[in-house]
C-alpha cells in the first residue's frame, strides 16, 4: 500500500505561509467533498503572502490527502522549492502561472473540470442570464478557446488577454475557473459558477420556456453585490464556515 509522508511544517514556515496553507488545504477538502474534483487532476493554487512563490497540490495524491504540510511550494517555472519530498504536474500548473504572472491580485485560482462547467463551456452561447447564481460569474465572465492539452507556452498569451480582468472564465469544452484576492473569495466564486451551470444545464434538460433575466438587470448585479457585502467580500464573509466545515469533515488537513 502507497502510504503518504507524515510531516508537518508548522513552524518550520511563517505565521502568513501556515495560514495560507491552512485555507488551500481545506479548499482542497471541501472540493473533494463537493465531488468537484477530477481523480488526482486539476488544481488549485494559492500565492505564499509578500512572496513570488506559491502553493500547489502534490501530483499522486487524492483531494482529500492534501494537508497544509504536503502542499508544495513553487515558483512560476513550476520548480519544487524547499526541498519538498512530493513533484507537481508541471502541465497542471500552467494555466496557474499564466494567470498568477498578470494578476497580482488574485491570490488563489481554482480551475476544475466539473460536469456542468464543461457542460455550459460546450454550449454554443456559454452561460445564460436564468438564474441569481448565473448573476454573479456573468458580471465579470470570459471565455478561453480549447487548444488541447494547456502545456504551449504560447497558449499562455492568449488565456491571460482572453482573461483580461475578469474573475470568472468558461474554457471551452475543458472546465471553470475563478480567481481571487484570498482563497475564500476564489472558492465562492467557483461555488456561484456551478451552481449556475448545473442549474442552466437542468434547465435545458426540462425542455420548457426559459424566463430570461433582462439584460439591465444583469448590468446593475455587480454594484448591487457590493451594497449588500458592505465593503466585505462574500469569500471573506463565508470562508470562516467553510473553514468549520472542512474541519468536521476530517481535521487532518490542518496538519
Keep these: 500500500m502507497y502510504e503518504l509522508d507524515n510531516f508537518s511544517l508548522k513552524g518550520q514556515v ?26 488526482i487532476y486539476t488544481h488549485l493554487s494559492v500565492r ?11 501530483f499522486g495524491l487524492a483531494f482529500d490527502e492534501v494537508t497544509a504540510s504536503n502542499l508544495v511550494k513553487v515558483d512560476l517555472q513550476g520548480n519544487v522549492l524547499d526541498g519538498s519530498p512530493y513533484q507537481i504536474n508541471p502541465a497542471g500548473f500552467t494555466i496557474h502561472s499564466a494567470i498568477h504572472e498578470v494578476r497580482h491580485d488574485a491570490q488563489c485560482v481554482i480551475h476544475l473540470h466539473t460536469k456542468a462547467t464543461i457542460g455550459v463551456a460546450s454550449i454554443e452561447g456559454g452561460l445564460k442570464p436564468w438564474s441569481q447564481y448565473a448573476m454573479f460569474s456573468l458580471s465579470s465572465l470570459s471565455y478561453h478557446g480549447y487548444e488541447g492539452l494547456a502545456v504551449n ?12 480582468s475578469t474573475n470568472h472564465m468558461l ?8 480567481l481571487g484576492p484570498t ?7 467557483f461555488y456561484d459558477l456551478q451552481r449556475a ?59
Excluded at 511563517?14 to 481523480?39: H, K, M, N, P, T
Excluded at 499562455?156 to 488577454?161: D, Y
Excluded at 482563497?183 to 466564486?189: E, I, K
Design 48 to 58: 505564499v503572502p509578500n512572496t513570488e512563490h506559491y502553493l500547489v497540490n502534490a
Design 183 to 189: 482563497v475564500g473569495d476564489a472558492f465562492m466564486r
Design 171 to 178: 474554457l471551452h469544452n475543458h472546465g471553470g475557473l475563478t
Design 153 to 164: 507556452a504560447d497558449e499562455k498569451i492568449r488565456l491571460q488577454n482572453d482573461l483580461g
Design 14 to 39: 511563517s505565521d502568513l505561509e501556515w495560514q495560507a496553507r491552512i485555507d488551500l488545504a481545506a479548499c482542497y477538502r471541501l472540493v473533494a467533498d463537493f465531488r468537484w474534483g477530477d481523480l
Design 197 to 255: 451551470c448545473e442549474i442552466q444545464m437542468d434547465l435545458l434538460q426540462a425542455g420548457q420556456p426559459i424566463i430570461e433575466i433582462p439584460q439591465k438587470i444583469v448590468d446593475g448585479i455587480y454594484a448591487q453585490a457590493n451594497v449588500v457585502h458592505s465593503g466585505e467580500t462574500g469569500g471573506q464573509k463565508a470562508w470562516p464556515a467553510m473553514l468549520r466545515r472542512a474541519y468536521k469533515l476530517d481535521p487532518s488537513f490542518c496538519e
